[in-house]
């Protein structure tokens, strides 16, 4: 049993979104020329989410992917809020207060973000009211709080993690007397999800990440080869500095049963994560909230079950690590996945094959002959395959398509095997959890001449 | 690399040989480029500067000092035959598909085979012969219609099985071939050697030869070349011929006015091996194989392979002028289809070794045909440049026919497919000429199937009806840079895509256009046929009637409001237009030409005619939409929108009227219709244009009427055997030999252009006539169809060429039109043909090398012209066979 080739287009298909930078007067001032994105599920549902959107009220570009665990609920919840939440916080005072006051005479609001969704990537209608009340506290907040500063990218960035994990705790712990909302927010609590984000405006780029989600550039050399620079660090056990953090925010008798085998307290493999309540709230509140809840949570397992060694909670955090670079003109692309493609691939391959496929060249050494002594059959050999390895290219209209091609059907000499994808792509639902994990990407495509006027400008 | 291309193209011994221009010019023993002084200053003046020194440059020097011109010089930019000649295969390859090719060809290889003896300069001419291979039927129906071409020119030539090739050719893998034409005469030759060859023949005959000296603009005065300026200074000339190869479009566009040279280059890659362990014979045959689209040489015991692929790389789009042409990177993954059919071809040579792979640019046109002749508006100046890659076997034949037009004021053979004058500005455009020769070179291989139409650089001049007619299902073709309609596709009905309609038999259109003829044949059909060329020629007095009576052979001193067929000839008696005239005033005339003689008509008139300011002429092609209403029922159409009688008894035949069609007043309305059936041409003020459409359609609709195309206008006209020029006349054809004496009025007291050869052909009689030949054996369904150019038998000896063919769907039979000359059984001479000649002979039309027997019939024309049809006649007798 085989697909076929469009077969298998189709379901690398399906979930694939492209975002081009609208033009005007012929001319794209944005450094950000468009971006690709793509998810392939291995779980069912899929866990894995991802985000997009324009800031309106500010300069900049949000992007996002958010990996959820335990269910997607999290997940769901986090790519939904949280560029609501950085918008706000990016605002300046004159604007909040704008806003603030049109909410209060019901007037029209402002658009706040410009979302560029797939028709897949769906909104919950019935919690919108419940997030909206979160939101417009946070942002009554940030005017009472009116610090006068401009605001900081890295801090604004910071505080939106904090605050949007720290609402979905909160609601959690009030509950709601719609019955569906309060299984709903009980749902996104329990269960956790990482986040990887990227904000561009102009030749300032942040990342910030929590969890094990990564977010990387692609810089073309002065040769024309390819490399990859990280601009985000795994919080998992395999970062030393990550560990080390844990450890000191607990006492050392805890220093053994914190990480177990490569997991926070044996169980949580990334050590930062929005929701994740059981790794947050104490064991009172926790059975509280269980107890109180609504007889599908009580019947869980999973809620109801306390890591072990659970003496000095809270050991999980939502605060994200953010990284700024300026951007250059080699730096070409920057791309966010989830750990499913980090799992599979080297970054050094991503930038190759992303590189490859953005310019359309493969950046083989043009063939010369010079003085070697070359047959006709030996050349007609080396000319096949790389035509081979350049029809691979244009089969995809989607650097994220071509990606995941690449990491889920790659041989070991680095080419796309129609068999072997067709094998990883027809797994039973149940099966494909064992081989492969969800992977979402995000590749954004810079614009080098935008950004080489900036940098001339400063 | 370069040190390797010393050895193979500039072979020192013969540049020692002598030649006057080495001593003239700087000494160079070594390859050095830096600037040396000049020892030998530029003439001031001289009757002839050609600039560049090309197989091109040298073969009109060479010619032109041949031909008695001895003030002459010839400038390059770099070194002699160091441009695309020195890069060229030198295939001398006489496998072309237009018979004025095949004639340069031919030549070409004559001329290079006595060179070296001539010149004692070593031209490495080997008769290799070549071998065109065919993996196709229709490839083979291509060939064989070129072997019939050959044939009859003299020239030997066979088609061969795949066996035989196998004789031929020690490498060639056959078993996908079907067969293949082998032409024994073709040659191998050293182009760069052959150019030289020729230069230093020139230079013996006086010519200066100027390396190093590049032109950097041309003079021109009151429309005519007074000289050159260079780096070295100026030179002022009476004459100068642009052989500039692929640097002639900037050339011309270097003066103060710039001249338009419509041709655009594209990197050409060929292979060069090492020899093979057992060296290949040097008299190898040269193996062409077009559907694999490349061609394998022998040389210097490896082989030489180079092609023509699908997606051509042109280059050079915004300009760029350099001396010599740099070797260009060579790009392997773009060579990779062609190495894959080498090989396929022949396997064996795997093993083989390779030397280089060379990129060099060759010039496209935008028609696949060399661009040749004076310019339209600049008198001396000359162009002979955009061979297609074709340029060594065009070279010497080229730059003859070149000579002859500017020592005689015309080469010898008809070259008007060749001449610049069929483009016009609107060729020009750098986007237009950069993707249409991406469909140009690719074609070089392609299958040249009849009716092919080019699908780039489309819908630039168009009717103001164009999205209307393209909404009832029109198919388009392109005639000038014209959108015309080929004919109407019935809704719900599918036709073929483009590929599937590449065929030498019955096409899918076939009931299409015959639904359209009986349309124009019972009802009325109408035909947008904006694209003609349409001239006002006006004047206060009797200027404008002078001239043009002086111009034109027929009397045009007709009444105001008659309208007049008339041939404007040349010295010869020979076509240089075919038009209609109606006189509107008594000092204003306007003239309808064919749609590509805008350019060569208006330079005609434009140097004939006074320019005194007595008399004005004007472009008006684009100020005016023709309709032509064609059929018994157009004259009801007409008298129901114009409330007119339009009756032949008020309008009849040749007649033009002011009227009002519908709203629109000032309607031009003319009773010709260029089919013989019965109708009208409506000239029509553009904005009124889509008003008078919806007008006649609407009140059409109870007469039947439909829209038609230029398909079903082709098989009417034919049918009736009416010439058009461009097709069938030409500037070597007179009114005598095609029955149109009728329209000269050689008694109209008057003098006129071309009256005496007129006079004398009417004397002597004529030796060529033009005729018709009705098919008696096709079957139409299942033979091959004729196309034009198809090889004449009388009583099994060749007599001439068709020049157009149409299905006649009233007759039910394929009718050819074509010239039959009677050349005398011993001799070959020519002689007078007679109607007797014609009436008494057994016809044959060779089709691809298969005969198709034929009646043939001299009409009297004049029948269709002065015919008065009533309406009700018309209607009783419909077509009655004449």
């Given at each position: ?31 950000v020329?468009?971006f690709?994105s ?12 991802r985000s997009a ?8 570009m949000l992007l996002g992917v958010f990996d ?89 960035l ?36 990482t986040a990887c984000v990227a904000h561009v405006?102009?030749?300032d780029l942040h990342v910030a990440n929590t969890g094990d989600s990564r977010a990387m550039l692609g810089v ?8 990859a620079v990280n601009l985000s660090y795994d919080h ?84 994200p690590e953010v990284v700024h670079h300026?951007l250059?003109?080699?730096d070409?692309f920057l791309v966010l996945a989830t750990d499913?493609l980090w799992?599979?691939?080297?970054r050094?391959?991503v930038a190759?094959?992303v ?45 994220a398509?071509?990606l ?36 979402t990407i995000i590749v954004v495509?810079f ?12 | ?882």
């Open positions: 049993f085989c697909l076929t080739p469009p077969q298998v287009n189709s379901i690398l298909k399906a979930n694939e979104y492209s975002f081009k930078v609208p033009e005007f007067d012929g001319k794209n001032v944005s450094s020329l468009g690709d793509n998810q392939l599920p291995a779980n069912a549902p899929i866990e894995d989410r959107a324009t800031c309106l009220q500010t300069r900049g959820g665990h335990a269910g997607c609920a999290c997940a769901q919840a986090v790519s939904e809020r949280l560029f609501y939440y950085i918008a706000v916080s990016l605002l300046p005072h004159e604007t909040l207060l704008e806003i603030e006051n049109a909410v209060e005479s019901g007037r029209a609001l402002l658009p706040i973000l410009q979302w560029h969704k797939h028709p897949n990537d769906y909104f919950s209608k019935e919690a919108s009211k419940l997030y909206f009340n979160s939101l417009r506290t946070y942002w009554q907040e940030l005017i009472d709080l009116n610090s006068g500063e401009t605001t900081d990218v890295k801090e604004a910071i505080n939106a993690f904090k605050r949007l994990d720290n609402d979905i705790s909160l609601e959690a712990q009030v509950g709601n007397p719609n019955s569906f909302l309060n299984y709903l927010v009980l749902r996104v609590a329990f269960s956790g999800a405006d102009g030749v073309q050399e002065e040769d024309g080869s390819w490399s998992n056990a395999q970062n030393e500095h990550e560990v080390e953090r844990v450890k000191m925010e607990h006492p050392k008798s805890e220093e053994k049963s914190l990480v177990k085998q490569d997991r926070l307290l044996g169980l949580l493999m990334p050590f930062r994560a929005f929701g994740d309540v059981k790794f947050k709230w104490s064991i009172e509140l926790q059975k509280r909230v269980v107890e109180a809840g609504p007889d599908q949570l009580n019947d869980n397992e999973y809620t109801k079950f306390i890591p072990p060694n659970y003496h000095t909670p809270p050991y999980l955090t939502a605060e300026k250059r003109p080699q070409k499913g799992e599979t691939m080297h050094q391959d190759r094959i590189g490859e496929y953005l310019t359309r060249v493969h950046r083989q050494q043009p063939i010369a002959v010079g003085g070697y002594k070359v047959t006709l059959g030996q050349m007609h050999g080396l000319l096949t395959e790389r035509k081979a390895r350049i029809s691979s290219v244009f089969e995809d209209q989607n650097a398509t071509h995941i091609r690449h990491a889920v059907g790659n041989n070991e000499f680095g080419t796309v095997d129609h068999e072997r994808l067709s094998k990883m792509l027809s797994l039973p639902e149940e099966l494909a959890r064992m081989y492969r994990d969800d992977i495509q614009n080098s001449h935008v950004i080489g006027a900036c940098q001339n400008e400063e | 690399a370069a040190g390797m291309f010393l050895r193979l193209l500039s072979d020192v011994r013969w540049r020692a040989a002598d030649p006057k221009w080495r001593r003239m010019t700087c000494s160079r023993r070594s390859t050095s480029s830096t600037a040396e002084p000049h020892p030998v200053s530029l003439p001031a003046q001289a009757q002839v500067v050609i600039c560049g020194g090309g197989i091109m440059g040298t073969s009109v020097a060479y010619h032109l000092s041949k031909m008695g011109w001895k003030d002459i010089v010839l400038l390059e930019q770099g070194r002699l035959a160091a441009g695309t000649t020195r890069f060229c295969a030198g295939i001398v390859s006489t496998a072309r598909h237009l018979s004025i090719e095949l004639k340069m060809a031919d030549y070409s290889n004559k001329l290079y085979q006595q060179l070296e003896q001539e010149t004692g300069v070593k031209t490495g001419y080997v008769k290799t012969g070549s071998i065109s291979l065919a993996q196709t039927q229709d490839r083979l129906i291509s060939l064989k219609r070129i072997a019939s071409s050959l044939n009859v020119m003299g020239i030997p030539c066979e088609m061969i099985t795949p066996k035989q090739v196998a004789q031929f050719h020690p490498l060639i893998n056959i078993h996908d071939l079907v067969g293949a034409m082998y032409v024994p005469e073709d040659a191998l030759v050293s182009s760069a050697s052959v150019s030289l060859a020729l230069a230093t023949a020139a230079s013996r005959n006086g010519v200066q030869i100027h390396e190093r000296t590049s032109v950097s603009h041309v003079s021109v005065q009151n429309g005519c070349v007074t000289g050159v300026e260079t780096d070295r200074g100026q030179i002022q000339c009476q004459y100068f011929v642009n052989c500039a190869g692929q640097w002639a479009y900037e050339l011309g566009h270097s003066g103060k006015e710039p001249v338009n040279i419509p041709l655009h280059a594209c990197e050409h890659f060929y292979l060069l091996t090492h020899p093979l362990k057992e060296p290949l014979a040097s008299n190898l045959p040269t193996i062409v194989d077009p559907d694999g689209r490349i061609y394998i040489r022998n040389w210097q015991g490896g082989i030489l392979s180079g092609g023509f692929e699908k997606n051509p790389k042109p280059l050079f789009t915004e300009g760029r002028n350099q001396l010599e042409i740099q070797n260009l990177r060579e790009d392997w993954d773009h060579f990779e289809p062609l190495l894959s059919a080498l090989l396929r071809r022949m396997p064996d040579l795997e093993a083989l070794q390779i030397m280089q792979l060379v990129n060099c640019p060759e010039s496209f046109t935008p028609d696949m045909r060399c661009i040749m002749g004076e310019l339209p508006t600049v008198l001396g100046y000359f162009v002979l440049a955009g061979m297609n890659s074709a340029g060594i076997s065009y070279g010497g034949g080229a730059g003859k026919y070149l000579a002859e037009w500017m020592v005689n004021g015309y080469p010898s053979e008809n070259v008007w497919p060749l001449d610049l004058k069929r483009f016009g500005t609107l060729q020009s455009s750098r986007t237009f000429l950069r993707h249409r020769v991406m469909e140009v070179m690719p074609l070089m291989y392609d299958l040249k199937v009849p009716r092919w139409d080019f699908q780039t650089g489309r819908q630039l001049r168009t009717s103001p009806l164009y999205d209307r007619l393209d909404a009832q299902g029109a198919r388009w073709m392109e005639k000038h840079g014209f959108e015309r309609v080929k004919y109407f596709v019935p809704p719900g009905k599918d036709l073929l895509d483009l590929d599937q309609r590449k065929t030498f038999y019955k096409p899918d259109w076939f009931d299409i256009v015959g639904s359209e003829v009986k349309c124009c044949k019972e009802a009325v059909c109408v035909i947008d046929m904006s694209s003609f060329t349409k001239f006002e020629i006006s004047s206060t007095g009797d200027q404008a009637l002078e001239s043009l009576q002086y111009l034109f052979s027929n009397d045009l001193d007709v009444p105001v409001g008659h309208v007049v067929h008339t041939g404007m000839l040349n010295e010869k008696g020979g076509y240089e237009n075919d038009c209609s005239i109606a006189r509107l005033s008594k000092c204003s005339f306007f003239m309808i030409s064919p749609t590509d003689q805008q350019v060569h008509c208006w330079a005609w008139l434009k140097n004939r005619l006074p320019n005194d300011g007595s008399l004005t002429m004007e472009d008006v092609t684009w100020k005016y939409t023709a309709l032509n209403l064609i059929g018994p029922r157009a004259v009801d159409v007409l008298s129901e929108l114009s409330y007119a009688p339009v009756t032949p008894e008020h309008f009849p035949s040749l007649f033009c009227k002011d009227m009002s069609v519908g709203y629109a007043n000032g309607i031009r309305v003319m009773s010709i219709t260029h089919t013989g059936e019965p109708g009208f041409m409506l000239y029509i003020p553009i904005e009124y244009a889509l008003h008078v459409y919806n007008e006649v359609m609407n009140m059409g609709q109870k007469y039947g009427i439909r829209n038609a195309g230029y398909y079903a206008l082709r098989s009417l006209r034919i049918e009736k055997f009416f010439a058009f020029w461009g097709q069938d006349l030409d500037a070597f054809t007179t009114p005598m030999e095609c029955g149109r004496e009728f329209q000269v009025k050689l008694e109209k007291g008057m003098q006129f252009v071309g009256q005496e050869a007129l006079l004398e052909q009417k004397q002597n009689g004529v030796y060529k006539r033009f005729t018709m030949f009705i098919l008696e054996d096709h079957d139409t369904d299942v033979d091959l169809w004729p196309w034009w150019g198809e090889p004449i038998f009388r009583n099994g000896r060749y007599v001439g060429k068709t020049t157009s063919s149409a299905y006649s769907y009233t007759l039910g039979r394929h009718i050819c039109l074509g010239f039959v000359q009677h050349f005398d059984e011993k001799t070959g001479e020519e002689l007078v043909v007679t109607t007797d000649f014609i009436n008494q002979g057994k016809y044959e039309i060779d089709i691809s090398g298969q005969r198709f027997q034929a009646k043939a019939k001299l009409y009297p024309f004049s029948s269709f012209f002065t015919h008065r049809r009533r309406k009700d006649e018309v209607e009783l007798s419909g077509y009655q066979r004449e």
